[in-house]
């Protein structure tokens, strides 16, 4: 029996029964996208809309500390954000870590994804316990990665030394140049397996014919990944990367943990910046911040489904 | 531990926590006692089953160390409290050990005695400023009182009720014997003390004293420090011998960019007669006196485990505790720690008043209030907020939490946490715990000592929780990555910041 | 296509030694977790040569005192002091739990609707919408914690179950809603058609014949938002004073006087199981997996 069977068989009871079922039967078989998107927009509505144009007030206005009240002042903050040059420095940390962080997960996301793929005894245990740096709070990987980077007690200090890529007396999250690569460490670690994941299910959908005509044709391993592979997992690389490089640029919780921006400002990212500076009060300033993050990120996505033609 | 030992300290502990529960009788107790072979003199017998702990044992319990609420106390609390019964205040605290025990006592004790409910948010200090500080910008009221830190005082002075006036103002509501002259006086100016404003009565004082090892000085043949000099000569001295054994000669609190490396700073700077601002306003942290301090503490940094660049207050405790390092100057809240369960160096930590500053300036001569001397305060008080829809509530809580029996309680069960009250320093109860053992309080001489002689207190000024946390501990830490040419330069890119930031509130 | 034995072996050692390296630092998490301070603060790596202790799983998960501990240890009582009951963390799972199923099934449902009008119709502005949802999610997340703050507090929801639910599938609409596109995508729409020339409504195309095809990817989905909710941090944070969430729980074991190293990484280990038991029973159905071969029968 064909699914359309069971379906047709099962309809017209139901809906006679079922007043709800019979408005919902009806409103949802129209191809008016709008009670499908009714509720997930009305949240967003509710809800997102509020940040953003609080955000956006705020950059406008400026605190008075001595009449404890805001007034508006324009473009000022505005101004004073984009010639202030920790601001610059921030993006700049922000981007390098982005792009750094993004093209590791994506190529060892791949690489693990394609090894993990088989049906072979023992590998589903595998691809689960693949999944679980995922599941650790970042705040306490970065406390995870903060005890074993330690100068003194870190265990991967403690072979980093041993290879002589490390050296005791500087550890590697106190190191101005290499801080970084410390908390681009603790995120590949947490966020390869969500490239994992991903890939996997991409991988698991991709239709077997196309496959198996090539090897028919004597196409061998590594020109199949690339000339089919590859461009059918496009899609799903393509939705990974954004929502993945969306997320680096606004990551705050393994700075936070693992080196409060430092040392100096060599690990500040945007969201660090901003964070520290809705701390000691200056709200206008931290939400103007935010929204050149936000105004970045805009741009630099819409770029992105353009070049790559992203078809959503 | 042998076979026996192990049992015969089961069998103690076991009959004191069936003595507490009362399951057994104050007769029965001391007989067991005395066949697990524990002596009691008269008096500390006599004491049993009050609010004391034992001598020579170490402590039950939270719970049988609190024992009751003084009689009139809980007579007050109820009296007062009828009308306000079943509502609920809130505060958010840092996890200090007074705050976590007044959290604890106040469910046990003040919520049974007065019906009101204390809701507590335990929280790390930079959260604690952000949920204070959007509370104060929305006028919101979702916290009832503030716990404020002392660089935070001229930020959040409006938004705060004078507990003085307070006390005065609702007689009905004031408690009796609560003695605003028992608060230390330096203590209070230099925490709460805003413009001639009370802003919050003091709750913790965590102060610079001089902590080191005794075994390690004496190995050495080291008299404890009682100069500037002195205290860089056994650092480096010790630091040359003994760090090949993993040990460093001092520890510090130098995370960059962390509120941490702003204090270990100031102290060096005031020890050698500079200021954070002169008397105009204007940061002096470059200049010559400055200069030295600056370049005192970057010396130390070399007898320092090089992860000292790494850790705030907490991971500097832990490099004592765990034998990493041989003495420091920083807070003497750490003391108790360091006879604590977890502690690699129990009884072998003294505590003693920081060494003589080099030269002082005056607080004539620094601006904004600042009070310049080597024992850096870090000190929070408890504060009502303005803005609070349980405004009486809140306030009988506070005089509670504040009260004379609350605080000396708080230092003996918050692990040896000074007190600010000076009866407190005096309590029987506390002086008892003057020895070797976790939640000592043998500290309490050098901390009382240094509260009146040489605290050293950080300026009041609006902008200071910004420049303390945003600035000055950025540029620092990047000095010590070696971001900076020299201690100049980094003084001068403060400057350059700082002195923007404290432009509104300049006199004149 | 057969490969060679020493191939297969290969492979298999390849995967695993893969897999070791992204499970080490976690297993060296837990380890601690058992390890005295004696053994976590030395200089050279401790494996096996320690004394192992459950005291820390005592107070966080059993909610033993830490005094009383203290004292069966040989009667040293810890400097900072707060019975266990600070630290008992129990309730802190539970409420974790509660949140993060209960936002990944509002979220769930919410985007899965939502993804299926963005995949089958076509309509003007579409492009558009969705990457409206994207841009939702750009904002630092401090931005986005503080006036969540305000309007939760407003209606009342903060500090509440209802509130935190609300909050965490706002946050994970984005991600769930472009997720199950993508994967409906997937799913040609001649199987849709196929079905509704037979009679069906679109309504029953989409829960009887799209929904299944797509499970797989619903397992994904579910675990990426269920992994979202447990470990965010900030919103929680501002939205909760007696709901501690496990990250928030553990931010308070920071103490001024020192980390509580041992109850941290108790806490973190424990918290690990609920989240990974749910990703093996969700497991199933992702390797499982889309099939495509609907068109074929």
Same mark, same amino acid.
């Given at each position: 029996m064909s699914v359309a069977d069971s379906a047709r068989s099962s309809a017209p009871a139901d809906l006679a029964r079922q007043p709800v079922r019979r408005f919902l039967a009806r409103v949802l078989v129209s191809d008016h996208p709008f009670p499908w998107l009714f509720p997930?927009?009305?949240?967003?509505?509710?809800?997102?809309?509020?940040?953003?144009?609080?955000?956006?007030?705020?950059?406008?206005?400026?605190?008075?500390?001595?009449?404890?009240?805001?007034?508006?002042?324009?473009?000022?903050?505005?101004?004073?954000?984009?010639?202030?040059?920790?601001?610059?420095?921030?993006?700049?940390?922000?981007?390098?870590?982005?792009?750094?962080?993004?093209?590791?997960?994506?190529?060892?996301?791949?690489?693990?994804?394609?090894?993990?793929?088989?049906?072979?005894?023992?590998?589903?245990?595998?691809?689960?316990?693949?999944?679980?740096?995922? =599941?650790?709070?970042?705040?306490?990987?970065?406390?995870?990665?903060?005890?074993?980077?330690?100068?003194?007690?870190?265990?991967?200090?403690?072979?980093?030394?041993?290879?002589?890529?490390?050296?005791?007396?500087?550890?590697?999250?106190?190191?101005?140049?290499?801080?970084?690569?410390?908390?681009?460490?603790?995120?590949?670690?947490?966020?390869?397996?969500?490239?994992?994941?991903?890939?996997?299910?991409?991988?698991?959908?991709?239709?077997?014919?196309?496959?198996?005509?090539?090897?028919?044709?004597?196409?061998?391993?590594?020109?199949?990944?690339?000339r089919l592979t590859v461009p059918m997992l496009g899609r799903v690389a393509a939705v990974a990367i954004l929502i993945r490089a969306i997320d680096l640029f606004r990551i705050y919780d393994y700075v936070y943990v693992m080196t409060g921006g430092g040392p100096g400002t060599a690990t500040e990212v945007l969201s660090f910046y901003a964070g520290r500076i809705f701390t000691t009060g200056n709200f206008s300033y931290a939400a103007t911040i935010s929204l050149i993050t936000l105004v970045v990120l805009i741009v630099v996505a819409n770029l992105f489904i353009r070049l790559f033609r992203v078809r959503f | 531990m042998g076979f026996r030992e192990h049992d015969r300290k089961t069998f103690i502990a076991d009959s004191c926590r069936e003595f507490t529960a009362r399951q057994i009788t104050k007769r029965d107790f001391l007989k067991r006692m005395a066949l697990a072979g524990v002596g009691f003199s008269g008096f500390a017998a006599g004491m049993l089953g009050g609010a004391r702990p034992f001598g020579g044992l170490n402590p039950l319990g939270i719970r049988h160390a609190l024992a009751e609420t003084p009689a009139d106390m809980a007579a007050w609390l109820q009296e007062v409290s009828k009308p306000y019964a079943g509502t609920k205040i809130r505060y958010s605290t840092e996890a200090t050990p007074p705050s976590i025990v007044a959290n604890q006592l106040a469910q046990e004790e003040f919520s049974k005695l007065t019906g009101i409910e204390v809701e507590v948010e335990i929280v790390p200090l930079e959260q604690v400023l952000q949920k204070a500080t959007l509370d104060v910008q929305g006028q919101l009221g979702s916290y009832d009182l503030y716990y404020l830190d002392q660089s935070w005082m001229a930020t959040f002075s409006q938004d705060t009720i004078d507990p003085r006036e307070m006390y005065k103002d609702k007689p009905d509501l004031a408690m009796p014997g609560f003695d605003w002259d028992d608060f230390s006086k330096p203590l209070v100016d230099g925490i709460s003390m805003y413009q001639d404003k009370m802003v919050g009565v003091p709750f913790d004082i965590p102060i610079f004293i001089l902590m080191y090892r005794k075994d390690l000085l004496e190995k050495h043949g080291l008299a404890v420090p009682t100069t500037m000099d002195d205290y860089m000569n056994a650092a480096r001295t010790i630091h040359e011998a003994e760090n090949g054994n993993g040990i460093a000669g001092t520890t510090g609190q130098l995370k960059s960019g962390h509120y941490s490396l702003n204090c270990d700073w100031t102290a060096w700077l005031w020890s050698h007669g500079g200021s954070i601002f002169d008397q105009a306003g204007y940061?002096?942290?470059?200049?010559?006196?400055?200069?030295?301090?600056?370049?005192?503490?970057?010396?130390?940094?070399?007898?320092?485990?090089?992860?000292?660049?790494?850790?705030?207050?907490?991971?500097?405790? @832990?490099?004592?505790?765990?034998?990493?390092?041989?003495?420091?100057?920083?807070?003497?809240?750490?003391?108790?720690?360091?006879?604590?369960?977890?502690?690699?160096? =129990?009884?072998?930590?003294?505590?003693?008043?920081?060494?003589?500053?080099?030269?002082?300036?005056?607080?004539?001569?620094?601006?904004?209030?600042?009070?310049?001397?080597?024992?850096?305060?870090?000190?929070?008080?408890?504060?009502?907020?303005?803005?609070?829809?349980?405004?009486?509530?809140?306030?009988?809580?506070? @005089?509670?939490?504040?009260?004379?029996?609350?605080?000396?309680?708080?230092?003996?069960?918050?692990?040896?946490?000074?007190?600010?009250?000076?009866?407190?320093?005096?309590?029987?109860?506390?002086?008892?715990?003057?020895?070797?053992?976790?939640?000592?309080?043998?500290?309490?001489?050098?901390?009382?000592w240094t509260i009146e002689n040489a605290m050293g207190s950080e300026p009041d000024m609006p902008a200071w929780a910004e420049i303390s946390n945003n600035v000055v501990p950025v540029e620092l830490g990047k000095l010590l990555a070696g971001q900076h040419a020299s201690g100049e330069d980094c003084m001068a890119a403060i400057k350059a910041q700082a002195d923007e930031l404290a432009a509104p509130f300049r006199a004149g | 296509?057969?490969?060679?034995?020493?191939?297969?072996?290969?492979?298999?050692?390849?995967?695993?030694?893969?897999?070791?390296?992204?499970?080490?630092?976690?297993?060296?998490?837990?380890?601690?977790?058992?390890?005295?301070?004696?053994?976590?603060?030395?200089?050279?790596?401790?494996?096996?040569?320690?004394?192992?202790?459950?005291?820390?799983?005592?107070?966080?998960?059993?909610? @033993?005192?830490?005094?009383?501990?203290?004292?069966?240890?040989?009667?040293?009582?810890?400097?900072?002091?707060?019975?266990?009951?600070?630290?008992?963390?129990?309730?802190?799972?539970?409420?974790?739990?509660?949140?993060?199923?209960?936002?990944?099934?509002?979220?769930?449902?919410?985007?899965?609707?939502?993804?299926?009008?963005?995949?089958?119709?076509?309509?003007?502005?579409?492009?558009?919408?969705?990457?409206?949802?994207?841009? @939702?999610?750009?904002?630092?997340?401090?931005?986005?914690?503080?006036?969540?703050?305000?309007?939760?507090?407003?209606?009342?929801?903060?500090?509440?179950?209802?509130?935190?639910?609300?909050?965490?599938?706002?946050?994970?609409?984005?991600?769930?809603?472009?997720?199950?596109?993508?994967?409906?995508?997937?799913?040609?729409?001649?199987?849709?058609?196929?079905?509704?020339?037979?009679?069906?409504?679109?309504?029953?195309?989409?829960?009887?014949?799209?929904?299944?095809?797509?499970?797989?990817?619903?397992?994904?989905?579910?675990?990426?938002?269920?992994?979202?909710?447990?470990?965010?941090?900030?919103?929680?944070?501002?939205?909760?004073?007696?709901?501690?969430?496990?990250?928030?729980?553990?931010?308070?074991?920071?103490?001024?006087?020192?980390?509580?190293?041992?109850?941290?990484?108790?806490?973190?280990?424990?918290a690990m199981v609920p989240a990974f038991i749910f990703i093996l029973l969700v497991q199933r159905h992702l390797v499982r997996g889309l099939t495509l071969g609907s068109m074929k029968d």
């Open positions: 997930a927009t009305a949240m967003i509505l509710a809800f997102g809309i509020y940040p953003l144009v609080y955000s956006i007030w705020l950059s406008l206005h400026e605190w008075n500390r001595f009449t404890r009240s805001f007034s508006f002042v324009g473009g000022e903050q505005w101004a004073k954000a984009l010639t202030d040059p920790r601001m610059w420095h921030a993006l700049g940390v922000t981007t390098t870590y982005t792009v750094v962080c993004l093209a590791v997960e994506l190529a060892l996301g791949l690489g693990i994804a394609l090894l993990l793929d088989r049906d072979r005894r023992g590998y589903g245990v595998l691809r689960g316990l693949m999944t679980l740096p995922l =599941v650790v709070p970042p705040a306490v990987t970065g406390l995870m990665f903060l005890l074993m980077l330690d100068g003194q007690f870190g265990v991967l200090t403690y072979y980093g030394v041993m290879l002589g890529i490390l050296e005791r007396a500087q550890p590697l999250l106190g190191h101005t140049s290499f801080a970084l690569f410390g908390v681009m460490l603790a995120d590949v670690w947490q966020w390869t397996p969500f490239m994992v994941l991903i890939f996997l299910a991409g991988l698991r959908a991709l239709p077997k014919d196309p496959f198996e005509a090539a090897a028919i044709d004597g196409a061998n391993a590594f020109q199949i990944f690339w | 940061f002096s942290g470059g200049d010559a006196e400055g200069i030295e301090g600056l370049n005192y503490m970057l010396e130390l940094v070399k007898y320092m485990p090089p992860a000292a660049k790494t850790w705030t207050w907490d991971g500097e405790g @832990q490099s004592i505790s765990q034998g990493q390092a041989a003495m420091l100057i920083s807070w003497g809240e750490f003391f108790p720690g360091f006879d604590g369960e977890n502690s690699q160096v =129990v009884g072998l930590m003294e505590a003693a008043h920081p060494p003589a500053p080099k030269k002082l300036r005056s607080t004539a001569d620094a601006g904004f209030g600042e009070i310049p001397n080597i024992g850096h305060q870090g000190g929070s008080a408890i504060a009502l907020s303005r803005y609070s829809k349980n405004l009486e509530a809140g306030w009988i809580f506070m @005089q509670w939490v504040c009260s004379k029996d609350i605080m000396a309680r708080s230092s003996i069960l918050g692990g040896g946490a000074s007190p600010m009250r000076l009866s407190s320093f005096s309590d029987p109860r506390v002086l008892e715990k003057s020895k070797v053992g976790p939640g000592t309080t043998r500290h309490f001489e050098a901390v009382k | 296509m057969t490969r060679a034995r020493w191939q297969n072996l290969l492979h298999d050692l390849g995967a695993c030694l893969v897999v070791f390296v992204f499970l080490f630092p976690i297993l060296w998490w837990v380890l601690a977790s058992f390890k005295p301070y004696s053994a976590i603060f030395v200089p050279q790596p401790v494996f096996v040569d320690f004394a192992a202790t459950t005291a820390n799983y005592d107070v966080t998960i059993l909610g @033993q005192s830490r005094t009383a501990q203290a004292l069966e240890q040989g009667g040293q009582v810890g400097g900072t002091a707060g019975g266990g009951s600070s630290y008992y963390s129990i309730p802190s799972i539970l409420d974790s739990l509660v949140v993060a199923v209960l936002s990944t099934a509002l979220c769930l449902v919410l985007a899965t609707l939502a993804a299926y009008a963005l995949s089958r119709l076509r309509f003007a502005g579409k492009d558009h919408y969705v990457f409206w949802v994207l841009s @939702q999610r750009m904002m630092p997340p401090i931005a986005v914690a503080i006036p969540f703050f305000f309007i939760f507090r407003d209606l009342g929801l903060r500090d509440t179950h209802l509130g935190l639910v609300i909050a965490h599938a706002l946050v994970n609409l984005p991600l769930a809603v472009l997720l199950m596109k993508s994967f409906m995508d997937d799913v040609p729409k001649e199987v849709d058609e196929a079905a509704m020339i037979d009679g069906a409504t679109r309504l029953q195309s989409f829960a009887r014949v799209v929904l299944p095809m797509v499970r797989g990817g619903l397992a994904a989905t579910a675990v990426l938002c269920f992994i979202f909710s447990w470990t965010e941090f900030l919103v929680s944070l501002q939205l909760t004073t007696s709901i501690r969430t496990i990250p928030v729980k553990i931010s308070t074991f920071v103490t001024s006087t020192g980390t509580e190293w041992g109850f941290i990484t108790a806490l973190g280990s424990a």
